[in-house]
């Protein structure tokens, strides 16, 4: 019986120390973090900061919709094709020409100002991405359908920060988990334009004017203020000429074209501008500005004020630049 007894507190004994060394395991077990190979379970969602708030959206996004030129040339560099696009109506409804080839397929669901709400939601969007011009009339509307992302500030909110262009870029490569491809790109073009300016440093004469031919006027652009003009007067390094604005595009009458002191002029063209072309081709006095009389007036599509905004844009720029300088 002694032993019986003895025997029984060894066991009671032995399976306390059992159920201390399980608890103590227990304690260690919940502490130590999982190891980088045990599968931790994710939210399968993100979230965004924009300019009204935030927005949760997929991890994965299948399906964006972007109401923006720019957004467009952003999603084709980081290799995403868009769900839908916007159209402008100035340019007879259709995609931009430059990225129309990489386009095919892709919805269109009207343009920023009035997009077709129908069209977006048969889409049935993971995310809308729109500029902050849109989101004045059509945020609310949209974020019924959709998470919806404000992007982009006006232009002059940048004041001299020449890279501001970047910004949405990184902000939708992001979502996507590739802002380091979009760097990449980023770190192409600014390589492009470098090289670029190198060859129009060595230039004697350099001044350029950016004008464009609208229906009834003619406006010269700033130096600043548009992710264009800064690559034409910062990153490319042409000079302004004398009735070049500083911050904003200005009327330009017949009057003070005598004054455009351009050794290149850059001629964009509206679609229903020309009538007024053909009087400016009359006038003696465009026939005075240097850049006319020496054969270095470029013609250009009216798409430059889009692609400025985007790498694919930008590239193509500094490529007609190019063939510019070297004709």
């Not at 129309?100 to 920023?112: E, H, K």
């Not at 904003?248 to 009538?275: G, T, W």
């Not at 694919?312 to 490529?319: A, F, L, P």
Request: hydrophobic fraction near 40%; charged fraction near 25%.
């Amino acid at each position: 019986m002694v032993r019986q007894r003895a025997t029984t507190m060894i066991l009671l004994a032995l399976l306390v120390l059992v159920l201390t060394a399980c608890s103590k395991a227990s304690e260690v077990t919940e502490a130590t973090p999982p190891q980088q190979d045990t599968p931790v379970e994710e939210s399968g969602t993100q979230t965004i900061e924009h300019l009204k708030g935030t927005a949760v959206v997929p991890q994965k996004i299948e399906r964006m919709v972007v109401l923006s030129a720019a957004y467009i040339d952003h999603m084709l560099t980081i290799g995403e094709k868009p769900a839908g696009v916007n159209v402008e109506v100035r340019y007879e409804g259709d995609y931009l020409p430059y990225l129309a080839d990489q386009l095919t397929g892709v919805p269109t669901v009207g343009s920023a100002d009035s997009p077709n709400l129908e069209a977006i939601l048969q889409i049935d969007p993971d995310v809308i991405v729109i500029e902050s011009r849109t989101a004045e009339s059509t945020y609310e509307q949209l974020e019924k359908i959709a998470p919806t992302i404000v992007l982009g500030t006006e232009w002059l909110d940048y004041a001299d920060d020449s890279t501001y262009w970047t910004q949405d870029l990184l902000t939708i490569a992001g979502m996507y988990n590739k802002v380091d491809l979009a760097k990449e790109k980023i770190a192409e073009v600014e390589q492009q334009a470098k090289q670029l300016k190198a060859k129009i440093e060595q230039l004697d004469q350099k001044k350029l004017a950016y004008l464009r031919v609208r229906e009834k006027t003619l406006q010269i652009y700033a130096a600043k203020g548009h992710p264009t003009n800064t690559l034409l007067y910062h990153d490319l390094g042409f000079v302004p000429t004398a009735v070049t604005p500083a911050e904003q595009r200005e009327d330009l009458s017949m009057e003070k074209i005598a004054d455009v002191d351009a050794d290149f002029v850059v001629l964009e063209i509206d679609p229903n501008a020309d009538e007024y072309l053909n009087n400016i081709n009359a006038s003696s006095l465009w026939k005075g500005v240097p850049a006319v009389g020496a054969d270095q007036v470029y013609t250009t599509d009216s798409f430059w004020l889009f692609k400025g905004w985007g790498a694919i844009g930008r590239s193509e720029i500094i490529n007609e630049i190019e063939d510019m300088i070297n004709r």
